[in-house]
């Protein structure tokens, strides 16, 4: 997972001289500036002493790599999501979601975009986490989750450049376009072999995620 830093700048409020003010703290500038306002209008002498910043090292949105994760709440109280709330970032995956826009997908993940052989399995072997499948129908499963019906798979060179299927280059290359996906090309340039069939030279790849 990759890093970046953030700075948080906090702010202490206080009125000297005036017991009834508690000594206020924020990392909202702008309540500052309403509360510097406020005082001048009423006549009051607003301290505001800046106190150092705050550096952290924060999971980074998966998809820009630039900005931190955002925080949400739910009954489990805070947890960190996927990407940032940035209003850019925001637009680019709804323009990626609906197909507008394909996304670099060197940007997905952390680790490169690997070519990833799938395994054969049937519809009624149940799903099988963190492994490439296709079915008997050719209906390729990602380790990342995403199914075709899903966010689906692009046709795709080996480097990861998006082809249309009459490309004359493209051979059954498949990118994947899981949101959250690692970066995974499949590799169906082969027909996949059934992973317990006796003898099949099938690679299980696992990949930790
Ligand atoms: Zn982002
Ligand atoms: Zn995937």
């Known amino acids: 997972m990759k890093y970046v830093a953030t700075a948080t700048r906090r702010y202490r409020m206080e009125l000297p001289g005036h017991d009834w003010f508690e000594p206020v703290t924020t990392d909202n500038v702008h309540r500052v500036v309403n509360a510097r306002r406020t005082a001048r209008i009423a006549g009051l002498q ?5 106190l150092p910043l705050q ?14 994760r ?7 109280g805070a947890y960190r999501t996927a990407t940032c709330d940035s209003a850019q970032c ?4 709804r323009l990626t979601y609906e197909g507008i826009i394909a996304h670099p997908s060197y940007h997905r993940g952390d680790q490169a975009l690997r070519i990833v052989k799938p395994v054969r399995v049937r519809t ?18 990602c380790l990342c989750g995403n199914i075709s019906s ?11 450049a998006l082809v249309g299927p009459d490309h004359p280059e493209w051979n059954g290359l498949w990118w994947c376009a ?5 970066g995974v090309i499949v590799d169906c ?4 072999v059934y992973a317990d069939e006796p003898g099949a030279p099938a690679k299980v790849v696992v990949t930790e995620l």
Request: with cysteine; glycine share 10%; charged share 30%.
């Open 124 to 141: 009624t072997d149940g799903p099988r986490p963190g492994v490439v499948t296709v079915d008997e129908y050719e209906d390729i499963t």
């Open 178 to 182: 899981g949101v959250g996906c690692p």
């Open 46 to 50: 607003l301290v505001v002493s800046l």
């Open 90 to 93: 925001r637009e680019a995956r």
């Open 55 to 68: 550096v952290e090292e924060m999971p980074a949105c998966y998809w820009c790599r630039a900005r931190p």
């Open 189 to 192: 340039r082969e027909p996949a």
């Open 150 to 160: 899903y966010a689906g798979f692009h046709e795709c060179l080996p480097g990861g």
């Open 70 to 76: 955002a925080v949400e709440y739910d009954c489990d």
